[in-house]
């Protein structure tokens, strides 16, 4: 079944949404990691800071995986062959990882920084409910993915994955500004780059299923990587800091690559992250 037919009558418990972030982050199961954050969709945002400052304690350094789960240094991943179903598979469940990773940082991003500073009481609310969006929507692209591989028949998790982008998490953790730039608008912003060429080869493979979700994947992405800049850019107004410039500082000192071409600037300029962030002058 789609995933949007797979909730059923799951509803969550009423507990603040730091509590909820926490559930989600210590889920190994990805099904029911994805279940736990689209089943939240109808529930209003409970923003409890005594149990939120409570709850930070509790955030895991690396979010649950199964205990299955084949972990491999980022070079030893499988390949992805594009003239075959096995390696289409492969790619399509190193998207899948990506998806999973990417929900995880959503909701740490929410556990970790919805409740300190300098995102003001005053901003709590709306911090809250567009990264609650983005860790939804990650939610979703990874469903619509494993549907796409099960009825293929592949598992996620039937392949080995590298942690790399959980190293980037690893990274920002301290800070709100740092994690703002490497996760949205380094990694998301990457998506944007890569993934119109990937459709592109789909469609020639003739593979217009899992072109249709990589078109679902790149259009909803753009929104996070907007999401990313405008908190990016209202913190650093809050510390009275230039956001381009604090940008490429964060990246020289967080970042363990460089920003590399070419870059999707149509995509990029739509949400907001224009090229004097990120190109060399």
């Not at 500073?117 to 939804?136: H, K, M, N, Y």
């Not at 990937?198 to 979700?213: G, S």
């Not at 929104?223 to 990246?251: N, T």
Request: proline content about 7%; charged content about 20%; hydrophobic content about 45%.
């Amino acid at each position: 079944k789609p995933y949007w037919k797979r909730l059923g009558n799951y509803q969550p418990s009423m507990e603040p949404l730091a509590q909820l972030c926490c559930s989600i982050l210590q889920e190994p199961n990805p099904q029911t990691k994805a279940r736990l954050a689209l089943a939240f969709s109808n529930q209003p945002i409970l923003v409890d800071h005594q149990s939120a400052s409570r709850t930070a304690q509790a955030i895991p350094a690396t979010p649950a995986r199964p205990a299955s789960m084949q972990m491999v240094a980022p070079g030893n991943a499988p390949k992805r062959k594009w003239g075959s179903e096995t390696g289409r598979l492969a790619l399509l469940h190193a998207i899948a990882h990506i998806e999973v990773n990417a929900m995880d940082l959503a909701f740490d991003m929410l556990a970790r920084f919805a409740f300190c500073a300098p995102i003001s009481p005053d901003w709590s609310t709306e911090f809250c409910q567009d990264w609650l969006r983005v860790g939804q929507e990650e939610a979703k692209h990874f469903l619509l993915l494993s549907d796409l591989m099960q009825e293929r028949g592949m598992d996620y998790g039937d392949l080995a994955v590298h942690g790399g982008m959980w190293d980037a998490a690893t990274a920002t953790s301290d800070r709100v500004d740092a994690r703002l730039a490497i996760a949205p608008m380094v990694l998301e912003a990457r998506g944007l780059d890569v993934t119109p060429p990937m459709i592109a080869r789909l469609k020639t493979a003739k593979d217009q299923e899992a072109a249709k979700v990589l078109q679902i994947i790149y259009d909803e992405e753009i929104g996070h990587v907007a999401i990313g800049v405008k908190w990016f850019e209202r913190v650093c107004a809050s510390f009275g800091l230039e956001p381009e410039i604090h940008f490429r500082q964060l990246v020289a000192e967080r970042f363990t690559s460089t920003l590399r071409p070419p870059f999707n600037t149509k995509a990029r300029d739509q949400a907001g992250l224009v090229k004097s962030y990120y190109a060399k002058s």
